[in-house]
């Protein structure tokens, strides 16, 4: 999955026709669930699940029988084995209403079941109709529980009345990792002695609902015997909700104006069992049988293919779509899309060659509303050719019939890796030239790129339980920069997942309160906090650290090895380090140390939280180097932390020498004799998990070296970008002095035109902004920097030259924003005057003179030099940019820049409506611009100091945005009043920040060190922003 800023929460999507049947409402009840410890919350292993046949009749603007729409009445029948005697079965559902026939069956020896028959019951819904599950006595054709998908010729020769699912013992190693993993629950409920005949059927007599455990428990009648293979038959009613998890609605509007529905799920971590009764862990991984019922002008979409569609009797306005049967899978990744007839793809079945991995070459398609499907081409372009790349680079091919992507009107997520079925936030896989920028094509390459690398990571091979989630998303998103670089040569995806990934994962890994990779996970909360820049980031970095310490072919061939072991089930960190230990004994060679396994190394960069910096002192007479390590924190605190490090190194005369080039990134021992006119650098093109620091003498040289080098001698911008964040950061944390650190941006101002360097140097020259904005001080930061972008500014114009890089073109609007910021006369005149012109059309909406890389700066210029009418002019356009997802999120974004407060509650009061003007899922925009006006920080934090029992009574079911409401409201504030307001908020409202502990926590911790930076740092940044200015 993806987590995008900007994409967290739904729209009006509850507005209107709301369900008239009683379904069990559930209120955010987060604080008394988190106290419960998890392994209580796991299902007991008694019991494992091997395949759903999964029926769910959904209404949208079409009332079911009794009136209601956005309702949904299923039925599943799920094949369970029993592995140890039991008289309980435990299972998940959440805000559904059970049935109240549910059936336990016996399959006998010969796996073939008698005819079966389930009424969906209920004491509110007295026109429910019957389900009747039917199961021929067919034997079942599929016995290997790791085996892919049925094939479409099985498929095809069923019948058009769906069978039971295949039923046969399943061993199921559910092991504890050797120091922090999967907790499995402990207790058991003794068998009571029967006098039943033995093979007597079971029978329910009994069921406990345990809401604040999300479990439904059956007593039975008699035990559930030990190696049998049984059938449980439940039926149950939901809602569509309003919300962007589980199964919910989603609308849009066509071009006459009408409202559209349509219905998506998001079960990612633990939503399916909102959906529908089922074992939602993913370890417990099953194959999927589903049918869907949907009005005969409408369209659905899942995992697999339709096999057959079935007219269903006495309805002729609906019809039954019945899927082929999926591979194993966790219930997370099950997915559904149901929709208009306008929701229309873009195929390709012919970009395969024969040679390829993928030889089953699957249909590729791209979905999205009919107004929007021209903007699925860039997608469409690259997705086939990301695939085909991936099948070819892990020798594995991709493993079902077809792929498709489905671009959803209201998402919560950046993306989501459902197998053969991936959602998207419409502005994170769609792109039109004339509407959305080049950070927009960038971005939509490498989230294509990241899902489609889960259906490897995270897909064929799972986690065993979340404490594991980076071997999904660490995986995915190192490889999310392999395959963009693939398909776009040119655009250095490879030095941009420096500034990307890697140095925003090491400012949160900075803090106290981070956690471990590979993170113990306590309480349901703590599932949801794992998804963040640690796990990802972070996780991606130490897989591109083994890249270049192991080489690229046994990290490769040590991947292909691991997923071939472990495909169709479930592994642990442990499994992938055993996989590339084995592949580095085949070799004659191993750049590990002597003795020591990749679990020995890798376990010290999982287990513990943090990095290491590395500092370098030269004795320069000798020729020698001292090495030495400690925890990085920007507190500066001692820790007793250490890691082993893969140190590389290279000299100033070693640097242009070719022979080296093939193994700089490589750890070596011994420094070459040098003297005190040369620099060395450590940890080359920041390829380890690691900050340097050096003795003054060797900053200096770096730094003179920066600003006189020749330029083909230039250090490489990966470097530059590395040394620029590390001195900064070390200066941060009173590890390096300020002097030292600014110095070694002196050079900027007349060599510097790379975007990966001025990326780095843009992200820490953010935090100074915030620091120095409310003092005296200001003025000289604004000086330093009109002084440092003037080159860069001459250099680069205005417009786009013929023959710029997409490095180039990513530069400029950043470049122009800041100029913009700083106050550059020339840049806000430019601005208002292009904004004036816009403002002058007749048709705005449609006829928009702002070139779109540089209308998030032009828009937001205007609107914080300007009032109240260049404010509503922009909201206006906003209304209007229904079918330009792009184009509207950066008008919204604009919308924050202005620093009247009545307007910016105004934003915020709307950002949180339900049925308004935003849609949900991009209040997240509001919340992590608004942080960067320094007008809008403390109107933020004021807003939710007078609303938060408002906003968590209304929201605190939300994973995301309650953190990206505090960490917007928070991360602006400095001044130690701030300090002081921001604990008495948390004191008054603990235990309501939900999901949001962690991230609560990381706020106070950071605005203390904020307060603390002022105390100790301003005063040397003035004094040298003042002779930099005198200069």
């Not at 029926?55 to 009136?67: H, I, K, M, N, Q």
């Not at 309702?71 to 084995?81: A, L, N, P």
């Not at 106050?823 to 007749?842: C, E, H, I, R, Y």
Request: with cysteine; glycine share 4%; hydrophobic share 35%.
């Amino acid at each position: 999955m993806t987590t995008c800023k900007g994409m967290k929460s739904g729209k009006d999507i509850g507005a209107e026709n709301e369900p008239s049947v009683a379904i069990p409402h559930e209120t955010p009840n987060t604080s008394e669930n988190t106290s419960i410890p998890i392994a209580e919350l796991l299902l007991p292993k008694a019991i494992t699940p091997s395949y759903y046949r999964l029926r769910l009749d959904p209404y949208l603007d079409d009332p079911a029988s009794d009136g209601s729409n956005f309702t949904y009445k299923g039925h599943v029948s799920i094949t369970i084995h029993c592995h140890n005697a039991t008289n309980s079965v435990s299972f998940h559902a959440k805000g559904l209403e059970i049935g109240e026939n549910i059936n336990v069956t016996l399959s006998n020896e010969t796996n073939t079941k008698t005819t079966v028959t389930s009424v969906l019951s209920s004491s509110t819904a007295t026109t429910a109709p019957t389900f009747t599950a039917v199961y021929s006595n067919t034997t079942s054709d599929a016995a290997n529980t790791t085996s892919g998908p049925t094939s479409a010729s099985a498929a095809a020769a069923r019948t058009t009345t769906p069978t039971a699912g295949p039923r046969h013992k399943r061993e199921v190693s559910f092991r504890r990792h050797q120091r922090r993993r999967h907790v499995t629950s402990t207790t058991t409920t003794p068998v009571p002695h029967t006098t039943l005949p033995l093979g007597t059927p079971p029978r329910v007599t009994g069921r406990v609902h345990e809401q604040r455990k999300e479990m439904y428990t059956l007593s039975l009648e008699p035990a559930l015997e030990a190696g049998q293979t049984y059938i449980l038959d439940i039926s149950f009613r939901g809602l569509l909700k309003d919300s962007l998890y589980g199964f919910y609605r989603s609308s849009y509007k066509a071009e006459n104006g009408t409202k559209i529905w349509m219905a998506a799920t998001q079960f990612e971590p633990t939503h399916a069992r909102e959906a529908f009764p089922c074992f939602d862990e993913p370890a417990m991984k099953a194959r999927f049988e589903l049918s869907i019922s949907r009005p005969a002008d409408m369209v659905t979409l899942s995992n697999m293919p339709i096999r057959a569609n079935e007219s269903i009797a006495g309805r002729s306005d609906r019809v039954w779509d019945h899927y082929e049967v999926s591979p194993n899978m966790s219930t997370y990744l099950l997915a559904i899309v149901i929709a208009n007839p306008d929701f229309i793809p873009i195929k390709d079945t012919g970009y395969l060659d024969t040679n390829s991995q993928n030889a089953s070459s699957p249909e590729f398609r791209v979905y999205a509303r009919k107004r929007l499907i021209d903007s699925a081409k860039y997608a469409m372009s690259v997705g086939p050719r990301i695939l085909k790349f991936y099948g070819d680079f892990f020798s594995i091919h991709y493993p079902l019939p077809k792929m498709d992507l489905a671009a959803i009107p209201d998402f919560g997520s950046g993306a989501m890796e459902n197998w053969g079925l991936v959602t998207y936030r419409e502005s994170n896989l769609l792109y039109d030239p004339a509407s959305s920028p080049m950070s927009d094509k960038d971005k939509v390459v490498i989230i294509v790129a990241h899902e489609l690398a889960h259906q490897w990571f995270g897909n064929l091979v799972t986690m065993k339980w979340w404490s594991d989630l980076w071997l999904n998303e660490g995986f995915a998103t190192y490889m999310q920069y392999v395959g963009s670089n693939h398909v776009e040569p040119s655009w250095e995806m490879q030095d941009k997942f420096l500034v990307y990934e890697q140095q925003p994962a090491m400012a949160l890994d900075s803090l106290r309160s981070t956690h471990p990779v590979s993170s113990k996970v306590q309480n349901p909360s703590q599932i949801s906090e794992v998804f963040d820049a640690i796990s990802y980031s972070k996780g991606a970095s130490l897989i591109r650290m083994l890249n270049n310490s192991l080489t690229e072919d046994v990290l490769r061939k040590g991947l292909t090895r691991y997923l071939n072991k472990w495909k169709y089930r479930n592994a642990e960190e442990g499994d992938l380090w055993e996989a590339l230990t084995e592949e580095i004994r085949e070799k004659a060679a191993s750049s590990l140390p002597p003795n020591v396994t990749v679990k020995q190394v890798m376990d010290t960069w999982t287990l513990q939280g943090g990095y290491p910096v590395l500092t370098v002192t030269r004795d320069y007479s000798a020729g020698s180097a001292v090495l030495s390590q400690v925890r990085f924190t920007l507190d500066n605190s001692s820790a007793d932390t250490l890691w082993y490090i893969p140190v590389s190194y290279v000299t100033q005369e070693e640097m242009n020498n070719a022979a080296n080039s093939d193994r700089r990134t490589l750890p070596r021992i011994w420094l070459k004799q040098d003297d005190n006119k040369n620099w060395v650098l450590f940890n080359i093109d920041a390829t380890g998990y690691y900050r340097v620091n050096y003795d003054t003498q060797n900053w200096r040289l770096l730094a003179s070296y920066l600003l006189s080098s020749p330029p083909q001698d230039m250090l490489s911008a990966s470097t530059r970008a590395q040394l620029l964040d590390d001195a900064l950061n070390l200066a941060r944390a009173g590890v390096l002095d300020y002097d030292v650190a600014l110095n070694m941006t002196r050079y900027l101002a007349t060599r510097e035109n790379h975007y990966v360097p001025w990326k780095a140097v843009f992200d820490n020259m953010r935090f100074l902004n915030t620091m120095l904005r409310q003092t005296p001080a200001y003025g000289l930061f604004q000086d330093y920097m009109l002084k440092a972008l003037a080159t860069l500014k001459n250099n680069m114009g205005f417009e786009p030259t013929p023959n710029e890089t997409q490095p180039q073109t990513l530069l400029r609007p950043n470049v122009l924003a800041w100029l913009s910021r700083m106050g550059d006369p020339a840049v806000v005149t430019w601005a208002k005057d292009l904004f004036q012109q816009w403002t002058n059309s007749s048709s705005p909406d449609t006829e928009n003179p702002i070139r779109v890389d540089v209308r998030r700066v032009v828009y937001c210029t205007a609107v914080r030099s300007g009032g109240r009418a260049e404010w509503n002019f922009l909201l206006q356009r906003y209304l209007a940019a229904e079918d330009r997802p792009s184009e509207a999120e950066v008008l919204l974004s604009s919308l924050v820049c202005t620093h009247q407060e009545w307007l910016l509650i105004t934003l915020l009061e709307k950002s949180l409506e339900t049925g308004g003007d935003i849609r949900l899922q991009d209040a997240i925009i509001v919340w992590d611009e608004i942080s960067s006006n320094a007008v809008g920080s403390r109107v933020a934090f004021n807003y939710i100091r007078n609303n938060w029992s408002t906003i968590y009574d209304k929201f605190g079911k939300d994973e995301f945005l309650m953190a990206d409401i505090l960490h917007g409201s928070i991360s602006g504030l400095t001044t130690e009043r701030d300090s002081k307001d921001a604990k008495e908020f948390y004191e008054t409202n603990k235990g309501k920040f939900s999901f949001a502990e962690l991230k609560m926590e990381q706020e106070l911790e950071e605005l203390t060190l904020r307060v603390d930076w002022h105390h100790k740092n301003y005063n040397t940044v003035a004094s040298w922003l003042q002779k930099y200015h005198d200069q």
